[in-house]
């Protein structure tokens, strides 16, 4: 079944790829175009006739081989003809279907035509979505059955192979997944896409994660030696609505190893839970585009659609060395890409004055890496604030960044200039200098409550006197 299924795929393919190219006339012998008679259009069939099973079709409760097939035909004619009320029926809005999660979902396989596509839970979103392809004409053929299966008491889950058309894309062939309630004369789902020529998924699930694997890896422009994503909030980069957990600067740091042999890290990836879809989580390096396995069950991860609150995953890939990696993530109707960095240096090694400090606000180093030559800048995230770190080369001269500026003096060789957030009042920016290293900190959020100038004086006596107690001085600045 899996070989004849690839060969139809291969010839619809040819068939599509004819139907779109252009015929242009032959030149009589006198260089004159013929004339050529206006092709008389033929009349819509008014029935949709569909090809014969080449296998039994079970017979389970109300879903007999004539019950089945007249309900898919019915359902196809009226999609194609963008026929709402029917549809309205065919899905059920009216009837009861026992609370089961329903899916309707078209998975494109190009990334230029992820707005033809659709992933809804509501039956109000499919008709809206059909409401929308009627009017560029989109069309599902029929070209072989491939699997009957009864899935209830009366229920029978129809896998077909179809040719999908429409004013706006060419004919392309894909899978489609359509669970009939023959009963009730209900589409309880359907779900359908593109898949590889040898794939015969078994359920609907498994369908949408075929079919998102066969969207093409896209890295994103590079635009310098490593885009890496922006800060999102808390300890998460990216756009939405996937986030990875790698600090506010995207980097993530090797351990202390042997840095040309691979490592495998724990990266902690999160879904907003406003996106219910199904996921196909991929890695990738930026430079040569290979992918990355992500544990024992290969090079991708999929999260399959749910209803309920915010879906989270960790992976686990063997990075096989420093560099500029990218997180794809495909949903049905769109793309993401997150970049991130891995350096070959460890964080205690980057930054040996944080090691084994306590730092107020629960604040805790997430990562660190060279922003130039005599620079760290090193990640903080706690609770309630996340900031930026960064430490270079101490000089001569009082720290001094602007306008609002505080200062008071931490030490005798200590003086700590700060400036307050306009509306929570706690420091917001803060520079220090104590003679070998100049600190920058910037605070990137944080809520109301988040610190205080105590807990600035404390970090700044943690990290520039951690063995001078008797130069310390008072809060007050003494």
């Not at 790829?17 to 175009?33: D, F, I, Q």
């Not at 890496?228 to 996937?242: E, L």
């Not at 351990?255 to 724990?266: M, N």
Request: with cysteine; charged share 20%; aromatic share 6%.
């Amino acid at each position: 079944m899996k070989r004849s299924l690839g060969l139809l795929l291969v010839g619809v393919l040819l068939l599509a790829s004819c139907r779109n190219l252009l015929v242009k006339p032959t030149p009589t012998e006198a260089g004159v175009l013929a004339p050529t008679a206006t092709p008389v259009p033929e009349p819509t069939p008014t029935t949709l006739i569909l090809p014969t099973p080449s296998m039994t079709v079970p017979t389970v409760g109300a879903c007999s081989s004539e019950r089945v097939l007249e309900l898919y035909r019915s359902f196809l004619e009226a999609l194609n003809a963008g026929d709402l009320p029917t549809l309205r029926t065919f899905i059920g809005l009216e009837a009861d279907t026992g609370g089961t999660v329903r899916w309707f979902a078209v998975v494109p396989r190009e990334p230029e035509l992820l707005s033809t596509g659709l992933f809804t839970e509501r039956p109000e979103g499919f008709l809206d979505w059909v409401g929308r392809r009627v009017a560029v004409h989109e069309r599902w053929n029929v070209l072989e059955f491939v699997r009957f299966e009864p899935s209830g008491d009366s229920s029978m889950l129809v896998t077909a192979a179809l040719l999908r058309e429409a004013d706006d894309f060419i004919a392309k062939p894909f899978l489609a997944q359509v669970e009939f309630d023959c009963r009730a004369g209900v589409v309880r789902s359907l779900v359908a896409g593109a898949v590889g020529a040898e794939a015969l998924p078994a359920s609907p699930s498994e369908l949408l994660a075929e079919a998102l694997a066969q969207r093409p890896l896209r890295p994103p422009e590079v635009t310098a030696p490593c885009p890496r994503s922006a800060w999102a909030f808390g300890n998460a980069v990216g756009d939405g609505p996937v986030y990875l957990a790698v600090g506010p600067d995207a980097v993530v740091n090797l351990p202390d190893h042997d840095t040309s042999s691979a490592a495998q890290l724990g990266l902690h990836v999160f879904v907003s839970a406003s996106e219910r879809g199904p996921i196909l989580l991929r890695l990738f390096t930026l430079a040569d585009e290979v992918l990355v396995p992500l544990g024992p069950g290969g090079t991708a991860v999929f999260l399959a659609p749910s209803g309920v609150g915010q879906r989270s995953t960790t992976l686990l890939p063997v990075l096989p060395q420093a560099g500029c990696y990218v997180l794809q993530a495909d949903g049905a109707t769109w793309q993401q890409s997150i970049v991130f960095e891995v350096i070959g240096e460890s964080l205690a090694t980057l930054a040996p004055q944080l090691a084994d400090v306590t730092l107020p606000a629960d604040l805790q180093p997430v990562s660190a890496w060279r922003d130039d030559p005599e620079t760290v800048r090193v990640g903080l995230v706690g609770a309630t604030l996340v900031a930026r770190l960064s430490i270079g080369v101490g000089g001569p001269g009082v720290p001094d960044i602007g306008a609002g500026q505080r200062c008071e003096r931490v030490a005798e060789r200590i003086e700590l200039c700060w400036v307050p957030h306009p509306v929570w009042g706690w420091p917001q920016t803060a520079v220090w200098d104590d003679g070998m290293r100049r600190y920058q900190l910037v605070v990137l959020a944080g809520n109301r409550d988040a610190w205080n100038v105590d807990d600035l004086q404390t970090v700044v006596r943690r990290l520039s006197l951690p063995e001078e107690p008797q130069n310390l001085l008072r809060s007050g600045g003494e």
